[in-house]
């Protein structure tokens, strides 16, 4: 088992000092070398926020206007970044409202460590019906998290914290909390920061690693499937393509495991006829911190490969889940595929000569269905640089091309929603951008998600935070209207919308705002809004150029 040592940070050392509870919670969060907190400021958290405010060398705080947009602004930071995220909410009412981006974190495996406020430890599960008290809050956040932690007193702070921090990132990651009664942050004590947090990373059993090579070394024709392990390990997807000859298809999550231009990889295309053929066909799966979900795998009517799969994922209850493994290795996904290429003869093996015929084929085919929106791709595929983090929401702009079409480059460089819930692109967004200021984040929007966290726009001016959102705006929630027309003969209700004036309101919120009529517009918009330092919006009118698709 090898380990990633997390922090130190300014703050660390093993000499107790004298402090509140809430600087106790950002000494902390510094000494594991955590650089940004988003959040809410309440009665309930008070301490820590004038503690991120007065203690040198504290992390950046970015106030949100939801706690939803706090949680998955950490979210987005920590798919951006590949560390953690941290958010900070009130307790009660604060705390539940960011349940709905806690359910995305723990199904996507992002590890955010939330720090909420607790009522005081006298009142603390007595039902009392205090100011934001609510009843079991750890079985509410429980539910949708990896634990609930809770400082019984002020030297006790920093050891909860970096628990909830530690088991945020091991094993496979996902959300923690860490409860912090409001009488303990104002109260002062003697308290003995962490050096550091050690995670262990890990790592495959020898016989696993025998088995699985001998049956790859065996197998004719490959299929790598990446999956969000494997972009969160790290894990050189490539090298392990090339040595094999062997195609590579990615997970929603998985995206940017390996540069979607290489040419073994055919990207999240595996609902293709074509690409699904040739899976079935292939001698032999490999999955890379994956868990072959509905979405990737035609709700799991594909069938498995006559030579098996060898499934590699960190988490051992995943075994069987929804595929059986010939060979299971319960390990990261990095650690594994470099034992792989130790195990494996040297040397390239020459790829299956359909490969190149076959990526471009499923490309030509998912393209020729986007009729004239094939200009967007093409035009941010010739304007994105490399190194741009794409945000999607869940909307028809996304499924029918963001989500596959759009070429990534490299791991944190995809960011979108597993559990599929509407909303959260805005805030994706900003987190990952306040990862990396330097690096250009994209996000694409629907009206109707976007109208969720629309409050974000001003999170985002008054952090100075410069990402750009595209909104498609189609006056509707367009998948369900879609949905609706086939099931019920066109009969709708719910899903046409009245929306804002978005030129009008982003002018309110202080955001530039660029407006594509017609689809010749949109790449010189966007190069536009590229330039512009600072938050941008550049809607698409999608009522007036067409519908997204056929």
Same mark, same amino acid.
């Given at each position: ?36 907190? *988003? ?361 029918? *091309? ?25 805030? *994706? ?20 998600? *976007? ?100």
């Amino acid at each position: 088992m090898s380990v990633a040592a997390v922090g130190a940070g300014p703050g660390a050392g093993p000499h107790p000092a004298r402090m509140t509870g809430g600087e106790a919670v950002v000494r902390t969060l510094m000494a594991l070398g955590v650089r940004a907190v *988003f959040g809410i400021p309440s009665v309930h958290n008070l301490p820590i926020v004038d503690a991120l405010a007065r203690v040198a060398g504290a992390p950046e705080f970015v106030g949100a206007r939801h706690e939803q947009g706090a949680c998955s602004m950490a979210d987005g930071y920590a798919r951006a970044s590949g560390g953690l995220g941290v958010c900070l909410t009130s307790t009660g009412p604060g705390a539940a409202n960011s349940v709905g981006s806690m359910f995305e974190a723990e199904v996507s495996c992002s590890p955010v460590l939330q720090i909420t406020g607790q009522v005081e430890t006298k009142y603390r599960d007595r039902r009392k019906g205090v100011l934001h008290e609510i009843r079991d809050q750890p079985g509410l956040l429980g539910a949708v998290s990896k634990g609930v932690g809770w400082p019984s007193s002020v030297a006790a702070i920093p050891r909860k914290v970096a628990e909830g921090a530690r088991l945020a990132l091991s094993g496979k990651p996902g959300p923690a909390v860490v409860e912090c009664s409001i009488d303990l942050q104002y109260a002062e004590d003697e308290v003995a920061m962490p050096a550091g947090l050690v995670v262990p990373r890990a790592s495959p059993a020898a016989p696993d690693i025998d088995a699985a090579a001998r049956l790859l070394h065996g197998a004719r024709r490959v299929a790598i499937w990446a999956g969000g392990g494997a972009v969160r390990s790290r894990a050189d997807v490539a090298a392990l393509a090339e040595r094999l000859g062997a195609l590579v298809v990615e997970t929603a999550n998985g995206r940017g495991a390996i540069d979607e231009a290489h040419p073994l990889c055919v990207g999240a295309l595996s609902g293709d006829r074509e690409v699904r053929a040739y899976l079935e066909g292939c001698d032999v799966w490999l999955g890379l911190g994956t868990r072959f979900r509905y979405d990737s795998t035609a709700e799991f009517e594909m069938k498995a490969p006559a030579g098996g799969i060898i499934h590699v994922n960190v988490d051992a209850e995943e075994r069987d889940r929804n595929y059986p493994a010939a060979v299971f290795v319960a390990a990261d996904a990095g650690e594994s595929v470099q034992a792989l290429l130790a195990a494996l003869p040297p040397g390239r093996r020459e790829p299956d000569p359909v490969i190149a015929d076959l990526v471009a084929g499923a490309r030509a085919r998912a393209l020729e269905r986007l009729g004239p929106w094939v200009d967007a791709v093409t035009a941010m595929e010739e304007i994105l640089p490399p190194e741009t983090v794409l945000v999607r929401d869940a909307t028809m702009a996304a499924y029918t *091309f963001g989500n596959r079409l759009v070429r990534v480059h490299g791991p944190g460089a995809s960011i979108y929603p597993a559990g599929y819930a509407i909303g959260l692109g805005l805030p *994706f967004a900003l987190g990952a951008q306040v990862a990396d200021r330097g690096r250009p984040v994209v996000a694409m929007c629907g009206d109707g998600g *976007f109208m969720l966290n629309l409050g974000e726009l001003a999170s985002a001016v008054q952090a100075r935070i410069p990402a750009v959102v595209l909104l498609f705006n189609d006056r509707a929630y367009d998948v369900l209207r879609r949905n609706q027309d086939r099931a019920f003969g066109g009969r709708r209700k719910g899903v046409d919308l009245h929306t804002p004036d978005f030129q009008a309101l982003c002018a309110a919120f202080g955001v530039p705002a660029l407006k594509v009529s017609r689809l010749d517009e949109y790449g010189p918009k966007l190069r536009q809004a590229l330039a512009e330092r600072g938050p941008v919006l550049v809607e698409v009118d999608v009522t007036a150029i067409g519908p997204v698709g056929r």
